[in-house]
């Protein structure tokens, strides 16, 4: 059985969940109290020195960084390469959406919420920031032109956190609707991912948690 450290309002540990859905993963899932002080504690740091959820055990390996998790995932316990295409080009556009979400697109919601969310001195809203957002989604919507998926005509291992980085968009307010193919390729991936309802679930206790003061 795999331990998984997380906690549900955290968005790189809800693609995670869904993932391990997609491929019939049980985890054996440990909650981890950040506000507690869980991931400074010093079990948690023989983990994962780098004290952040998600972390994943398997065995006597233990992994972190959500889409690190996600690829080992599909690579040990993917039945076949549907989600994780072998073929070099393929993989490498699956790849490309990894990063770009991890690059730009989630990083854009870090430089302009995160300073006004979870700072000991909250900062007002950036523009220059928000401007980041917005070249962010202009620039998924030109990925996502003539894609049903993030990384073309099927579902792969790229749209799990995607999914999960425009639903916490969505969660904290952001209007993304005049970016057509993103709300046309967002309802019908969150569709087809098994543990949508969770990951949704997830963006309400974080809306609820840590929302209430945008
Ligand atoms: N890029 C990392 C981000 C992980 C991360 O920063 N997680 C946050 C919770 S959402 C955390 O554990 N923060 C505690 C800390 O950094 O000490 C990933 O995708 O796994």
């Not at 959406?97 to 919601?109: A, V």
């Amino acid at each position: 059985m795999l331990d998984f450290y997380y906690m549900l309002y955290s968005a790189p540990c809800r693609s995670i969940l869904m993932l391990a859905q997609a491929l019939g993963i049980e985890l054996n899932k440990k909650q981890v109290d950040l506000d507690a002080g869980d991931h400074l504690k010093p079990d948690f740091l023989k983990l994962n020195p780098q004290h952040t959820i998600p972390t994943l055990v398997d065995g006597d390996f233990a992994l972190w960084e959500s889409r690190a998790i996600l690829l080992y995932l599909v690579e040990a316990y993917g039945k076949d390469d549907a989600l994780y295409p072998k073929d070099p080009k393929q993989r490498a556009v699956v790849n490309h959406r990894l990063f770009f979400d991890l690059g730009t697109l989630y990083q854009s919601y870090v430089y302009y919420y995160y300073p006004q969310l979870f700072e000991d001195v909250k900062k007002p809203a950036d523009p220059e920031n928000f401007k980041k957002i917005e070249a962010a989604f202009a620039a998924f919507n030109t990925l996502l032109e003539g894609l049903k998926y993030a990384a073309g005509d099927k579902l792969t291992v790229a749209d799990f956190p995607l999914l999960t980085t425009v639903s916490t968009f969505e969660v904290t307010g952001y209007d993304f609707s005049k970016y057509s193919n993103v709300t046309k390729w967002y309802e019908t991936a969150k569709k087809e991912v098994p543990g949508w309802e969770e990951n949704w679930e997830g963006c309400l206790y974080y809306k609820k948690l840590y929302l209430s003061e945008l």
